[in-house]
């Protein structure tokens, strides 16, 4: 009987036990990013760069790290809408791309962290960059200071073209207070700007033909997600005009514009999955400061220059941090 006693108390001691092994064995919940984007699905070199980011930091999507992404696709209006379906899902953080889509995150939620990129100025999104405050924090690209110094550059790149017409995405606020730094900066420079806004693709061709009947010197891009998307087409535009153009990013010169200056996308981005991280790893996006931009890069295509008949003064060549010959 005491041979049979133990072995049912073995087995039941078994039993027990089993389920708190299972218990200990059942893997750690997967930390899950919510990516609000103005752009649309598709390949994106700055999505792609704050993945690697997030490798760099040892998180592989689909192993450790679940993302779940929501696109916009240059319909501004729908932010409202996808900021709450991501809220809904529980994320544990909120990536945000642009003003708008920081704003309608912050409406949407008052306990999900987010960290924003792409905005130009946080203002509306944080008590201070500093101290931010409240559950948002990021980095900014401050593309609003830096508007008079790009006019500057068009000014000495075309000595003889006083008059620039500025297309900028107008449903975008960050980007209207964009083109409103820049006016300013105009009228200190003693230059002329004709405002082309528009409110998408479909009004570029004709942003064009206002250009060329006012005849514009030269055309400033102020680019934001949903401008870069269409970044091939406004090139071809210029193109056909040809209308010397410059713009923010570098990736703009890269495409085949004359200038650019500003900081650089990939590398904000790429900086972005750190504050991730350290919201991940406890830390509260009240206590993280702003991040500004570190690096600024004035890239020339001189490709683009010559086939508009046009030299680049040295004074601007020397100071270049890219030629593209």
């Given at each position: 009987?005491?041979?049979?006693?133990?072995?049912?108390?073995?087995?039941?001691?078994?039993?027990?036990?089993?389920?708190?092994?299972?218990?200990?064995?059942?893997?750690?919940?997967?930390?899950?990013?919510?990516?609000?984007?103005?752009?649309?699905?598709?390949?994106?070199?700055?999505?792609?760069?704050?993945?690697?980011?997030?490798?760099?930091?040892?998180?592989?999507?689909?192993?450790?790290?679940?993302?779940e992404y929501r696109f916009?696709?240059?319909?501004?209006?729908?932010?409202?809408?996808?900021?709450?379906?991501?809220?809904?899902?529980?994320?544990?953080?909120?990536?945000?791309?642009?003003?708008?889509?920081?704003?309608?995150?912050?409406?949407?939620?008052?306990?999900?962290?987010?960290?924003?990129?792409?905005?130009?100025?946080?203002?509306?999104?944080?008590?201070?960059?500093?101290?931010?405050?409240?559950?948002?924090?990021?980095?900014?690209?401050?593309?609003?200071?830096?508007?008079?110094?790009?006019?500057?550059?068009?000014?000495?790149?075309?000595?003889?073209?006083?008059?620039?017409?500025?297309?900028?995405?107008?449903?975008?606020?960050?980007?209207?207070?964009?083109?409103?730094?820049?006016?300013?900066?105009?009228?200190?420079?003693?230059?002329?700007?004709?405002?082309?806004?528009?409110?998408?693709p479909d009004e570029l061709?004709?942003?064009?033909?206002?250009?060329?009947?006012?005849?514009?010197?030269?055309?400033?891009?102020?680019?934001?997600?949903?401008?870069?998307?269409?970044?091939?087409?406004?090139?071809?535009?210029?193109?056909?005009?040809?209308?010397?153009?410059?713009?923010?990013?570098?990736?703009?010169?890269?495409?085949?514009?004359?200038?650019?200056?500003?900081?650089?996308?990939?590398?904000?981005?790429?900086?972005?999955?750190?504050?991730?991280?350290?919201?991940?790893?406890?830390?509260?996006?009240?206590?993280?400061?702003?991040?500004?931009?570190?690096?600024?890069?004035?890239?020339?295509?001189?490709?683009?220059?010559?086939?508009?008949?046009?030299?680049?003064?040295?004074?601007?060549?020397?100071?270049?941090?890219?030629?593209?010959?």
């Open positions: 009987m005491s041979r049979t006693a133990g072995i049912i108390a073995t087995l039941a001691l078994g039993l027990l036990v089993a389920p708190l092994a299972a218990v200990a064995q059942q893997p750690a919940k997967m930390p899950r990013i919510g990516v609000l984007s103005p752009g649309s699905p598709g390949p994106s070199p700055l999505l792609d760069a704050f993945r690697q980011g997030l490798r760099e930091l040892g998180y592989i999507e689909g192993q450790n790290i679940a993302i916009a696709e240059a319909k501004l209006e729908r932010f409202h809408d996808l900021a709450a379906e991501l809220v809904h899902l529980k994320v544990d953080v909120l990536f945000t791309i642009n003003t708008p889509a920081s704003q309608a995150a912050k409406n949407a939620t008052k306990t999900i962290p987010i960290v924003f990129t792409w905005v130009a100025e946080p203002a509306a999104l944080v008590a201070s960059l500093a101290r931010p405050g409240g559950n948002v924090t990021g980095l900014t690209t401050i593309a609003d200071e830096l508007s008079g110094k790009r006019l500057e550059l068009l000014k000495e790149a075309l000595p003889g073209g006083s008059r620039v017409a500025v297309l900028w995405h107008s449903a975008n606020p960050a980007a209207t207070r964009v083109f409103r730094e820049t006016e300013r900066a105009s009228r200190q420079l003693g230059m002329r700007l004709q405002p082309l806004g528009v409110r998408g061709q004709k942003a064009f033909e206002a250009a060329k009947k006012e005849r514009a010197g030269a055309l400033l891009v102020i680019e934001d997600l949903v401008m870069a998307s269409h970044r091939t087409r406004i090139l071809d535009l210029a193109k056909k005009s040809r209308l010397p153009t410059a713009s923010l990013y570098r990736e703009f010169a890269e495409a085949g514009g004359m200038l650019s200056y500003g900081p650089n996308l990939p590398d904000l981005f790429r900086r972005a999955a750190t504050y991730v991280d350290k919201i991940l790893k406890g830390r509260k996006p009240a206590d993280l400061p702003v991040e500004q931009p570190t690096r600024f890069e004035l890239m020339i295509n001189m490709r683009t220059a010559k086939a508009l008949g046009l030299t680049f003064p040295p004074t601007i060549l020397i100071r270049a941090d890219h030629v593209i010959q």
